[in-house]
């Protein structure tokens, strides 16, 4: 080995204190955009701006009491959660946090592992993650848990296929799988002039399929359905208490850094960005800084999305991820290698490029949002009766319309 | 060749010895007073009353499962082929679109027979 | 011995390792992890040869697909517990078959393979194994899709129970109420769980 041991001891301190520390200021962070969309304050007494409130709620875990429930299985009781963090800080350690640093003599990139497969690994330790919910809801014994674990689960698993076939036609385009390599294939000149080659542009609808399948792999709201409070009490960590339940809120908040970060190098250029004419001494910092501005970005789209959405319906999320972003990225596959062909073959004029991406984009837009209002859900509105025959009347049938007339007289005198 | 992971094994016992290391320091300073009620499943208050251990789920969880397996392996066969594919040209386009076409006539298939139907 | 070595030796116990315990649990659930166990294990053989596409490869499929199916499908059916549920009663048979298996492939292997020099393994590229599926071995990689094909139809058919009968499936759990259950047990717990106050049993009646 021609670098010395210290350099990657260095680039795993670094990248391992790097994401618990943004997830720390992200829980903060989230909180507080929170709170300013529901008019509130949020935490302010813990420092400055109450951002310390993570570390101090941290410290109140490890005084609470971790109750180990009499029926669970306390083996994978106390797997699953261990589990769930280790492949979080596992998977991103091919992401690069930023460029090039020298230090002592020693150059090297802010990343842990530049792996010749590092998409491949992106999606093995997706895989790795879902057995922490799903050894969990199991081992926990118990029907919430055990609900929510197989309902994140195969959550888990459907959203992580539309998101593999996303990232093969990042693939296409870049020609590696190295991630170092796909963010070195954006730095060229943009499809358009004065516009970056990000991924996000000409693959637009991977790009989308992408981000919607991150904030399911998250289980982050709209697509919470693993923690849907009012059906599942609390999911698959409805048993957990104490600091084995504060491994799951990290591993949940930290999927979020993670997934963000992984987005970043695979659509959005990786840490490259402007110097503007900074000397060497100083320009290091830039892929540093423009890595996190890019993540941040996301972070803050996650942190809006849980401020403003409602929780999806379960049959909804599977027939989202299955009928709509696998067909989707599929057939988005082969049209980014047939026009990665005729691209080779001499390529096709600017003016017709811009017409047919534009022609796409309404084609995916159409298809994503246009059935709905000539559609409507009719399925659900007829089982209805079924389900409360026998029982009290729903709220559309004759009969309740009375019912409700007699309470509003009853309550109002 | 192998170095190359020496950092993910220096990370992965980071991470390790974090994790664990939480859970000890809490097992050690955290309070212990088990009663019967802290040590019932959760039923939001109820009396527990379900046997969680013969519960069976829908087959639909299974369905997406199998699905899940077959398309994953249909995305580890697309990667190196999208790393070759340029060399290959059109001919290798026209493989995987026959192995994509195939697949994907059972995937019509199987949402035509209503498995992915949650109801 | 060289590092790939220690690699090599301490990947190939916890993996034989991971395989006793799979044959030897008596709790399904725990030979299903054992086995993921197994099949990663597999993926940490692939290391040291420099086949880490492959390695990922296995972690991907095997561990991240194929034992997550087996343990859905756990979940579907009623798992059995405990050593007379689950053992075939064949041991001494399946043991001398496997044992024999062994010794002959082990033979084989050695003999085959014992006397080559050992040398540093660079490992396939990804853009050589892509070249060798996509150029040289195209109708194995499309008679792949057709297996796969099958593979889901069967489970379709295997799955759907004919129209009609489909109500059923409305449920997705069937939890067990307490009418199934002992009652003294359930009488003794409410006793535990309500602390004296009693009497409010009218719920169960």
Same mark, same amino acid.
């Given at each position: 080995? %021609?670098?010395?041991?210290?350099?990657? $001891?260095?680039?795993?301190?670094?990248?391992?204190?790097?994401?618990?520390?943004?997830?720390?200021?992200?829980?903060?962070?989230?909180?507080?955009?929170?709170?300013?969309?529901?008019?509130?304050?949020?935490?302010?007494?813990?420092?400055?701006?109450?951002?310390?409130?993570?570390?101090? *709620?941290?410290?109140?875990?490890?005084?609470?009491?971790?109750?180990?429930?009499?029926?669970?299985?306390?083996?994978?009781?106390?797997?699953?959660?261990?589990?769930?963090?280790?492949?979080?800080?596992?998977?991103?350690?091919?992401?690069?946090?930023?460029?090039?640093?020298?230090?002592?003599?020693?150059?090297?990139?802010?990343?842990?592992?530049?792996?010749?497969?590092?998409?491949?690994?992106?999606?093995?330790?997706?895989?790795?993650?879902?057995?922490?919910?799903?050894?969990?809801?199991?081992?926990?014994?118990?029907?919430?848990?055990? #609900?929510?674990?197989?309902?994140?689960?195969?959550?888990?698993?459907?959203?992580?296929?539309?998101?593999?076939?996303?990232?093969?036609? $990042?693939?296409?385009?870049?020609?590696?799988?190295?991630?170092?390599?796909?963010?070195?294939?954006?730095?060229?000149?943009?499809?358009?002039?004065? $516009?970056?080659?990000?991924?996000?542009?000409?693959?637009?609808?991977?790009?989308?399929?992408?981000?919607?399948?991150?904030?399911?792999?998250?289980?982050?709201?709209?697509?919470?359905?693993?923690?849907? %409070?009012?059906?599942?009490?609390?999911?698959?960590?409805?048993?957990?208490?104490?600091?084995?339940?504060?491994?799951?809120?990290?591993?949940?908040?930290?999927?979020?850094?993670?997934?963000?970060?992984?987005?970043?190098?695979?659509?959005?250029?990786?840490?490259?960005?402007?110097?503007?004419?900074?000397?060497?001494?100083?320009?290091?910092?830039?892929?540093?800084?423009?890595?996190?501005?890019?993540?941040?970005?996301?972070?803050?789209?996650?942190?809006?999305?849980?401020?403003?959405?409602?929780?999806?319906?379960? *049959?909804?999320?599977?027939?989202?991820?299955?009928?709509?972003?696998?067909?989707?990225?599929?057939?988005?596959? #082969?049209?980014?290698?047939?026009?990665?062909?005729?691209? %080779?073959?001499?390529?096709?004029?600017?003016?017709?490029?811009?017409?047919?991406?534009?022609?796409?984009?309404?084609?995916?837009?159409?298809?994503?949002?246009?059935?709905?209002?000539?559609?409507?859900?009719?399925?659900?509105?007829?089982?209805?009766?079924?389900?409360?025959?026998?029982?009290?009347?729903?709220?559309?049938?004759?009969?309740?319309?009375?019912?409700?007339?007699?309470?509003?007289?009853?309550?109002?005198? | 060749?192998?170095?190359?992971?020496?950092?993910?094994?220096?990370?992965?016992?980071?991470?390790?010895?974090?994790?664990?290391?939480?859970? $000890?320091?809490?097992?050690?300073?955290?309070?212990?007073?088990?009663?019967?009620?802290?040590?019932?499943?959760?039923?939001?208050?109820?009396?527990?009353?379900?046997?969680?251990?013969?519960?069976?789920?829908?087959?639909?969880?299974?369905?997406?499962?199998?699905?899940?397996?077959?398309?994953?392996?249909?995305?580890?066969?697309?990667?190196?082929?999208?790393?070759?594919?340029?060399?290959?040209?059109?001919?290798?386009?026209?493989?995987?679109?026959?192995?994509?076409?195939?697949?994907?006539?059972?995937?019509?298939?199987?949402?035509?027979?209503?498995?992915?139907?949650?109801? | 011995?060289?590092?790939?070595?220690?690699?090599?030796?301490?990947?190939?116990?916890?993996?034989?390792?991971?395989?006793?315990?799979?044959?030897?649990?008596?709790?399904?659930?725990?030979?299903?992890?054992?086995?993921?166990?197994?099949?990663?294990?597999?993926?940490?053989?692939?290391?040291?040869?420099?086949?880490?596409?492959?390695?990922?490869?296995?972690?991907?499929?095997?561990?991240?697909?194929?034992?997550?199916?087996?343990?859905?499908?756990?979940?579907?059916?009623?798992?059995?517990?405990?050593?007379?549920?689950?053992?075939?009663?064949?041991?001494?048979?399946?043991?001398?078959?496997?044992?024999?298996?062994?010794?002959?492939?082990?033979?084989?292997?050695?003999?085959?393979?014992?006397?080559?020099?050992?040398?540093?393994?660079?490992?396939?590229?990804?853009?050589?194994?892509?070249?060798?599926?996509?150029?040289?071995?195209?109708?194995?990689? %499309?008679?792949?899709?057709? #297996?796969?094909?099958?593979?889901?139809?069967?489970?379709?058919?295997?799955?759907?129970?004919?129209?009609?009968?489909?109500?059923?499936?409305?449920?997705?759990?069937?939890?067990?109420?307490?009418?199934?259950?002992?009652?003294?047990?359930?009488?003794?717990?409410?006793?535990?769980?309500?602390?004296?106050?009693?009497?409010?049993?009218?719920?169960?009646?």
């Amino acid at each position: 080995m %021609e670098q010395p041991l210290w350099v990657p $001891v260095l680039q795993a301190v670094v990248v391992f204190a790097y994401y618990l520390l943004i997830t720390a200021v992200l829980i903060w962070a989230e909180r507080r955009v929170v709170a300013r969309m529901q008019s509130r304050l949020g935490p302010n007494r813990v420092g400055p701006f109450g951002i310390l409130q993570t570390l101090v *709620d941290g410290a109140k875990m490890f005084f609470k009491e971790d109750i180990t429930p009499g029926m669970v299985n306390k083996v994978i009781y106390n797997l699953a959660p261990l589990v769930g963090v280790i492949a979080g800080f596992l998977v991103v350690a091919v992401i690069p946090i930023g460029g090039e640093v020298t230090l002592f003599g020693e150059t090297f990139t802010l990343v842990v592992a530049d792996l010749s497969i590092g998409v491949l690994w992106i999606l093995a330790l997706s895989s790795i993650h879902v057995y922490s919910v799903f050894l969990a809801g199991w081992a926990s014994n118990s029907p919430y848990p055990l #609900l929510g674990g197989i309902r994140s689960s195969a959550q888990m698993i459907s959203y992580e296929i539309a998101q593999g076939l996303a990232v093969a036609s $990042v693939v296409i385009y870049a020609g590696s799988l190295r991630v170092s390599d796909i963010v070195a294939a954006q730095s060229g000149p943009g499809f358009i002039d004065g $516009v970056p080659a990000w991924y996000a542009i000409p693959l637009f609808p991977a790009f989308l399929v992408f981000v919607i399948g991150m904030v399911a792999e998250a289980g982050r709201p709209p697509f919470d359905l693993a923690e849907a %409070e009012g059906e599942l009490v609390g999911g698959f960590n409805t048993e957990y208490s104490g600091m084995r339940f504060g491994m799951f809120m990290l591993a949940e908040f930290m999927s979020v850094v993670t997934m963000s970060a992984i987005v970043v190098p695979l659509f959005l250029g990786g840490p490259a960005g402007p110097t503007f004419g900074l000397p060497d001494s100083v320009a290091w910092v830039m892929p540093i800084l423009w890595f996190f501005l890019k993540m941040v970005g996301f972070i803050f789209f996650f942190i809006l999305l849980r401020g403003a959405m409602p929780r999806y319906r379960y *049959d909804k999320l599977m027939n989202l991820g299955w009928k709509v972003l696998i067909p989707v990225a599929l057939v988005w596959t #082969l049209v980014t290698a047939t026009f990665v062909l005729i691209e %080779e073959a001499g390529g096709l004029p600017a003016g017709t490029r811009l017409g047919l991406a534009v022609a796409a984009a309404v084609i995916l837009l159409v298809l994503l949002f246009g059935g709905r209002a000539s559609a409507p859900d009719t399925r659900s509105v007829a089982k209805a009766p079924d389900i409360t025959a026998g029982r009290t009347p729903a709220l559309d049938e004759p009969g309740s319309a009375d019912l409700q007339a007699t309470d509003h007289q009853e309550v109002a005198p | 060749m192998l170095s190359e992971y020496l950092p993910v094994l220096l990370l992965f016992g980071l991470a390790v010895a974090f994790a664990v290391g939480s859970l $000890v320091v809490s097992s050690l300073v955290g309070p212990r007073v088990p009663n019967p009620t802290k040590l019932a499943a959760y039923e939001s208050g109820n009396i527990p009353l379900a046997d969680v251990r013969n519960t069976r789920f829908s087959v639909k969880f299974y369905m997406v499962a199998m699905l899940f397996l077959i398309f994953d392996i249909e995305v580890v066969f697309i990667y190196p082929w999208a790393v070759v594919f340029r060399e290959l040209g059109w001919f290798g386009l026209g493989q995987m679109a026959l192995f994509i076409g195939i697949l994907g006539v059972a995937f019509v298939y199987e949402i035509g027979r209503g498995g992915l139907e949650w109801d | 011995m060289t590092g790939h070595d220690v690699v090599f030796v301490l990947v190939g116990l916890l993996t034989a390792g991971g395989a006793v315990l799979t044959v030897t649990s008596k709790n399904l659930m725990h030979a299903a992890l054992f086995f993921a166990v197994t099949l990663g294990g597999i993926a940490g053989v692939f290391l040291p040869l420099a086949a880490d596409f492959l390695a990922l490869v296995q972690i991907v499929v095997y561990v991240g697909a194929v034992a997550v199916l087996f343990m859905f499908g756990l979940m579907l059916t009623r798992a059995p517990i405990g050593r007379e549920a689950l053992d075939g009663q064949n041991r001494g048979l399946a043991m001398a078959v496997a044992g024999g298996l062994f010794v002959v492939l082990s033979t084989l292997v050695i003999g085959a393979f014992g006397d080559l020099p050992t040398a540093e393994v660079t490992g396939p590229r990804i853009d050589d194994l892509g070249i060798a599926i996509f150029a040289d071995w195209v109708l194995p990689f %499309e008679v792949l899709s057709m #297996l796969l094909l099958a593979a889901l139809i069967g489970a379709i058919v295997l799955a759907r129970r004919e129209t009609g009968e489909s109500g059923e499936e409305l449920t997705v759990t069937r939890i067990e109420m307490a009418q199934d259950r002992d009652p003294d047990a359930l009488e003794r717990e409410q006793a535990a769980l309500t602390s004296g106050s009693g009497g409010d049993g009218e719920e169960h009646a």
